[in-house]
């Protein structure tokens, strides 16, 4: 509503500067027509040269007239034109600033479900319903940092199996960690931190946007199109084409 206010508020300024400066100049030809022609009526039938030379003043006042108008249409034209302009400029910002404010807030969430800072409470709590040492979920807390950290999710191959192998834990261990402080199964927790890194790639590289959908999700770590479309459309809602429409 505010823009709509200053939309027609600059609209009326603007209107009113063109009337009153063409409105002064259409005044003064207006009075030069008329005292012309109250003066043409005085002068004498016979003298021809005189009644020419006012025929030809009237006929320049007169042209001076009709350009004025002309002048004065197209410039109420172009003020308009502006005004539009300046409206949809105004509508497209707040729509960009509205998408990106969008995207920012996704990101946020998504770094938000993966934050691995917790209360002392909640983390013995979590401890004994697990029934694990709390040395080896600590050690598997610190290294799905360091694999977070390191992008290790970009890996199309890894599994529950080799990731466990990896971090020289047993799957059981690894599934209940990920279950309990990430909130999600191994597979969903892989395929966040594949579509944060696909949104963060969209947002900030223009020649990422370019890739084939195909190409993205090798880039992103899915080995196929289907499995990344739809954990992108599962993560944000939308479409990866809708996203894309969408960023600035």
Known sequence: MKIIHTIFLIT???LLSVSFVYGKEYEKTQKG???LSLSSKVIQSDNLTLVAEQEKMMNLLLKRKETFEQKYFILIGIVLLLVVLFGLLCFFNKRRDKRLNKIISLLEKIKTEHTNTITDDNHNNKNTTLDIDPCIIQSI????RDFE???GFLNTKITLF???K????NTKYLSKVINTYKLKSFRNYINDLRIQYSIEKLEKKTDFRNYTI???AKEVGFSNRESFTKAFQKKTGETISEFLK???
């Open 12 to 14: 009326g300024v603007l």
């Open 33 to 35: 027509i008329q005292e």
């Open 141 to 144: 807390l610190e290294n799905l």
């Open 149 to 151: 950290n390191e992008q």
């Open 162 to 164: 080799e990731f466990a």
């Open 166 to 169: 990896k971090l020289q834990t």
């Open 214 to 216: 195909s190409a993205m």
């Open 246 to 248: 969408q960023t600035p």
